[in-house]
Protein backbone atom coordinates (compact mmCIF):
# COMPACT_ATOMS: atom_id res chain seq x y z
CA UNK A 1 0.00 0.00 0.00
CA UNK A 2 2.48 2.76 0.56
CA UNK A 3 3.53 2.20 -3.06
CA UNK A 4 -0.01 2.51 -3.88
CA UNK A 5 -0.34 5.69 -1.88
CA UNK A 6 2.88 7.48 -3.17
CA UNK A 7 2.05 6.93 -7.01
CA UNK A 8 -1.29 8.77 -6.51
CA UNK A 9 0.01 11.56 -4.34
CA UNK A 10 2.78 12.02 -6.59
CA UNK A 11 0.16 12.11 -9.67
CA UNK A 12 -1.62 13.98 -7.81
CA UNK A 13 0.97 16.88 -6.79
CA UNK A 14 2.44 17.00 -9.93
CA UNK A 15 -0.26 17.03 -11.96
CA UNK A 16 1.99 15.45 -14.59
CA UNK A 17 1.50 12.21 -16.89
CA UNK A 18 3.24 9.16 -15.75
CA UNK A 19 3.14 6.55 -18.81
CA UNK A 20 0.60 4.06 -18.57
CA UNK A 21 -0.18 5.72 -14.87
CA UNK A 22 -1.75 8.54 -14.76
CA UNK A 23 -2.33 11.38 -17.06
CA UNK A 24 -4.17 14.85 -17.27
CA UNK A 25 -7.80 14.90 -17.92
CA UNK A 26 -9.83 17.92 -18.95
CA UNK A 27 -12.84 17.79 -16.71
CA UNK A 28 -15.43 18.44 -19.56
CA UNK A 29 -13.81 15.00 -20.90
CA UNK A 30 -14.81 13.26 -18.09
CA UNK A 31 -18.70 14.63 -18.01
CA UNK A 32 -19.67 12.71 -21.19
CA UNK A 33 -23.09 11.07 -21.51
CA UNK A 34 -21.72 8.59 -19.20
CA UNK A 35 -20.10 10.42 -16.83
CA UNK A 36 -17.27 7.41 -16.18
CA UNK A 37 -14.76 8.98 -13.18
CA UNK A 38 -13.51 5.64 -13.18
CA UNK A 39 -9.49 6.22 -13.92
CA UNK A 40 -9.32 2.99 -15.70
CA UNK A 41 -10.77 4.05 -18.60
CA UNK A 42 -8.32 7.27 -19.35
CA UNK A 43 -5.41 4.76 -19.09
CA UNK A 44 -3.84 2.68 -22.15
CA UNK A 45 -5.53 -1.11 -21.95
CA UNK A 46 -3.19 -3.46 -19.93
CA UNK A 47 -1.00 -5.70 -22.51
CA UNK A 48 -2.84 -8.98 -23.60
CA UNK A 49 -0.97 -12.39 -22.93
CA UNK A 50 -2.28 -12.63 -19.13
CA UNK A 51 0.76 -10.43 -18.14
CA UNK A 52 3.12 -11.63 -14.97
CA UNK A 53 0.58 -14.67 -13.99
CA UNK A 54 1.12 -16.33 -17.30
CA UNK A 55 4.99 -16.44 -17.58
CA UNK A 56 5.46 -19.96 -15.71
CA UNK A 57 2.89 -21.25 -18.80
CA UNK A 58 5.16 -19.38 -20.93
CA UNK A 59 8.27 -20.68 -19.34
CA UNK A 60 6.73 -24.26 -19.50
CA UNK A 61 6.06 -23.97 -23.22
CA UNK A 62 9.27 -23.02 -24.11
CA UNK A 63 11.15 -25.71 -21.83
CA UNK A 64 8.91 -28.27 -24.02
CA UNK A 65 9.97 -26.67 -26.84
CA UNK A 66 13.80 -26.91 -26.03
CA UNK A 67 13.39 -30.16 -25.06
CA UNK A 68 11.79 -31.11 -28.19
CA UNK A 69 14.36 -29.91 -30.11
CA UNK A 70 17.04 -32.09 -28.89
CA UNK A 71 15.52 -35.04 -31.19
CA UNK A 72 15.83 -32.58 -34.15
CA UNK A 73 19.68 -32.17 -33.73
CA UNK A 74 21.56 -34.85 -35.79
CA UNK A 75 24.42 -36.63 -34.36
CA UNK A 76 27.60 -35.87 -33.61
CA UNK A 77 29.77 -37.33 -36.28
CA UNK A 78 32.86 -39.43 -34.83
CA UNK A 79 36.06 -38.91 -35.34
CA UNK A 80 37.77 -39.98 -38.54
CA UNK A 81 41.03 -42.14 -38.12
CA UNK A 82 44.09 -39.55 -38.59
CA UNK A 83 45.43 -39.72 -42.11
CA UNK A 84 48.87 -42.09 -42.37
CA UNK A 85 51.49 -39.45 -43.45
CA UNK A 86 55.42 -40.75 -44.58
CA UNK A 87 58.31 -39.24 -42.22
CA UNK A 88 61.29 -38.75 -43.63
CA UNK A 89 64.84 -37.03 -42.66
CA UNK A 90 66.65 -34.57 -44.49
CA UNK A 91 69.69 -37.20 -44.45
CA UNK A 92 67.11 -39.52 -46.39
CA UNK A 93 66.64 -37.05 -48.85
CA UNK A 94 70.19 -36.11 -49.74
CA UNK A 95 70.60 -40.04 -49.96
CA UNK A 96 67.99 -40.71 -52.25
CA UNK A 97 69.28 -37.44 -54.43
CA UNK A 98 65.70 -35.57 -53.64
CA UNK A 99 67.61 -32.96 -51.85
CA UNK A 100 71.02 -31.27 -52.45
CA UNK A 101 72.82 -29.68 -49.83
CA UNK A 102 74.99 -26.47 -50.84
CA UNK A 103 76.73 -24.98 -48.25
CA UNK A 104 77.42 -21.02 -48.63
CA UNK A 105 81.04 -19.45 -47.98
CA UNK A 106 81.71 -15.98 -46.51
CA UNK A 107 82.94 -13.11 -48.88
CA UNK A 108 86.82 -12.98 -48.55
CA UNK A 109 88.06 -9.64 -46.97
CA UNK A 110 84.31 -8.76 -45.85
CA UNK A 111 82.55 -9.57 -42.92
CA UNK A 112 78.86 -9.02 -43.69
CA UNK A 113 77.19 -11.18 -46.28
CA UNK A 114 75.51 -10.02 -49.92
CA UNK A 115 71.54 -9.47 -48.91
CA UNK A 116 69.09 -11.06 -51.86
CA UNK A 117 67.23 -8.17 -52.57
CA UNK A 118 63.16 -8.23 -53.44
CA UNK A 119 64.77 -7.11 -57.21
CA UNK A 120 67.25 -9.55 -57.30
CA UNK A 121 64.43 -12.46 -56.84
CA UNK A 122 62.67 -11.01 -59.76
CA UNK A 123 65.30 -10.62 -62.62
CA UNK A 124 66.98 -13.61 -60.71
CA UNK A 125 70.43 -12.26 -60.15
CA UNK A 126 72.65 -12.99 -57.71
CA UNK A 127 72.57 -11.02 -54.11
CA UNK A 128 74.68 -8.11 -54.03
CA UNK A 129 73.09 -5.68 -51.39
CA UNK A 130 75.05 -5.03 -48.48
CA UNK A 131 73.18 -4.90 -45.15
CA UNK A 132 73.30 -1.28 -43.66
CA UNK A 133 76.32 -0.78 -41.63
CA UNK A 134 76.02 -1.82 -38.05
CA UNK A 135 73.33 -4.93 -38.94
CA UNK A 136 74.61 -8.02 -39.88
CA UNK A 137 72.97 -10.64 -42.75
CA UNK A 138 69.92 -12.71 -41.17
CA UNK A 139 72.10 -15.90 -40.37
CA UNK A 140 74.80 -14.03 -39.19
CA UNK A 141 78.72 -13.45 -40.52
Given at each position: ??????????????????????????????????????P?????????G????G???????????L???????????????P?H??????G??????????????A????????V?????????????A?????????G??
Amino acid sequence: WPAVRSAVLDAWRDRADAEGVSRVVPVIELLDDDVDLAPARHLPRPASGGGASGLGEVRERLTETLRLTTGLVPPAASPAEPAHRPLTTVGELARAGALFLHSGTAVPGSTAAPVLTEHDVLTGAAPAALPPAGQEAPGGA
